[in-house]
């Protein structure tokens, strides 16, 4: 089984609770987890799959022998729970790829679902695809993601490493903003992709994931530095990448923003120079 991943050892058998609210959101998982594939699934939110493994192991005398036996089965585990995910993203995906709850279907060439570790600590929510990612199928593909992609490098992590989707899963003409009734009928998409992840900490990049995520009424001028909890989930505001390219300017605010969003995933922020 995998193990429920705690805090520090303590002698207060209470503390060492998980709350109501991270019991709601594992149940939530596993209660789509049935109605999508029939799968039951493990309890446990918190370090991302690849750590856990780590973390049940302490406790006990060594014993090579039992070592290597439960470390066989904590990968197998592991392994079954990222195919488990992977394959309810899929199943998501290929309802996303014959959506036509709104107009946009009838312009796209692809729809533009997801990317990334299906067990990843840092989520990434932009805008709408643009016009390479309407080509490719994937996001933030184009200049703006060729940006995005030195933007996770600068934290220390890699593009595999995160997970990356849009509000909006069809290019709009002309690459304007998403209207609202468009974001409207996706927003369901990316709501059951959050939860599949179960993301440590998100990222929302720009103005429409702001307000389809937050349903906040700021832009992200406003919005930006801070951190704002959604669902037990921190939530960090930023500029969209395709915005920075036009506005270089606002490039230190954004590095701001990532470096709060490092502090909240405990990873090394450099120092000054």
Known sequence: MIARP????????ASSEPSLAAIARDLAF?????????????????????????????????DPVRDSERDADLDADLDAELDRRREL?????????GCVACPLCESRTRTVFGVGDPSARLMFIGEAP???????????????????????AAMGLRRE???????????PPQNRAPEAREAVACLPYLRR?????????????????????????EGITRA?????????????????????????????LAWEDLQTVMRLLGLEVPGPG
Not at 6 to 13: L, Q, V
Request: glycine residues 10%; neutral net charge.
């Open 89 to 97: 993203l899929d199943v998501i995906a290929r309802e996303v790829a």
């Open 6 to 13: 705690g805090g520090e050892p303590t002698s207060d058998a």
């Open 224 to 252: 930006r530095g801070r951190v704002i909890e959604w669902q037990d989930t921190p939530v960090v505001p930023t500029f969209h990448p395709a915005y920075l390219l036009r506005n270089t300017a606002d490039k230190r």
């Open 193 to 217: 992709q959050i939860d599949i992840v179960r993301p440590e900490v998100i990222c929302l990049l720009g103005n429409t994931p702001l307000r389809a995520v937050l349903g906040s009424s």
């Open 30 to 62: 596993r209660l789509e987890v049935i109605r999508q594939l029939g799968w039951i699934v493990p309890l446990g939110k918190g370090a991302p799959l690849s750590e856990r493994a780590e973390d049940a192991a302490g406790g006990t005398a060594a």
């Open 161 to 171: 490493q995160v997970y990356i989707a849009n509000v909006v899963k069809c290019r």
């Open 130 to 152: 643009g016009f390479d990612e309407d080509r490719l199928g994937e996001p933030f593909v184009g200049k703006a993601g060729q940006l995005l992609d030195r933007m996770i």
